[in-house]
């Protein structure tokens, strides 16, 4: 069975990855795929669901699991816990299934060194300017939170040069083309459809 492929995506909060990824998985009807469900220990937006957005849990059950090696990766991220199980991506990936990871900077760079077949996207707003109207638009974050995530932007962006591909999000719609694209090349590389079609090559290697 050909492996699915795994995909990073980070970008600073409120550059648009999460729908992004949302819109590419409404509109995709060939390669299945899904986004990992990551652990943090931050609190629930009202909107948020447990086991939906994230599993969440406290500091006591998150060092746990760190003790018992259940995390691909794992960092600190505004203060709070936030890790990927491998039970979220192993089953998936062994099914064909493409996952995407929407993590942070530090993730990517931990699962790109146990796992280098991964493609990393990183997705940048047009403009600081656009990035914290689009945070306050989005009314998840009070005001102070939204100060402290434009802070934090300029480091996670400093961070793009270690990323395959580079997304600049101002037209959504160009913005899902060039991620469905990036998946599409994926799909193409030599070692994914010499998997895909290795009986084909093997006839048209015979006499
Ligand atoms: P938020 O609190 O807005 O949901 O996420 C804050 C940041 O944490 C985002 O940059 C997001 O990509 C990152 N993040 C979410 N889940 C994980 C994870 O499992 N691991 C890491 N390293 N970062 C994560």
Do not use: C
């Not at 990992?36 to 059950?61: L, M």
């Not at 600049?168 to 799909?187: G, K, R």
Request: hydrophobic fraction near 35%; avoid cysteine; aromatic fraction near 10%.
């Amino acid at each position: 069975m050909q492996q699915g492929t795994l995909f990073i995506i980070s970008a600073p909060s409120g550059a648009g990855k999460s729908s992004l990824i949302h819109a590419y998985l409404q509109q995709q009807n060939s390669t299945p795929a899904k986004v990992s469900i990551s652990h943090t220990t931050r609190a629930p937006r009202p909107s948020e669901k447990q086991g939906e957005h994230y599993y969440f849990v406290d500091n006591n059950q998150f060092e746990s699991l760190i003790n018992n090696d259940s995390f691909v990766e794992y960092a600190h991220v505004f203060d709070h816990y936030y890790g990927t199980s491998k039970t979220e991506i192993d089953q998936s990936l062994q099914n064909g299934m493409n996952v995407f990871l929407d993590i942070d900077w530090q993730g990517a760079e931990q699962v790109k060194q146990k796992i280098p077949h991964a493609k990393t996207i990183f997705i940048l707003p047009p403009s600081l300017a656009e990035l914290e109207k689009r945070l306050i638009k989005r009314g998840q974050d009070s005001a102070q939170v939204i100060a402290k995530r434009m802070q934090k932007a300029r480091a996670e962006i400093a961070h793009y040069t270690h990323y395959d591909y580079l997304i600049i999000n101002d037209d959504f719609d160009t913005s899902l083309q060039s991620l469905t694209a990036i998946i599409m090349v994926a799909s193409l590389e030599n070692e994914k459809q010499t998997e895909k079609y290795r009986d084909l090559l093997n006839e048209l290697l015979n006499d």
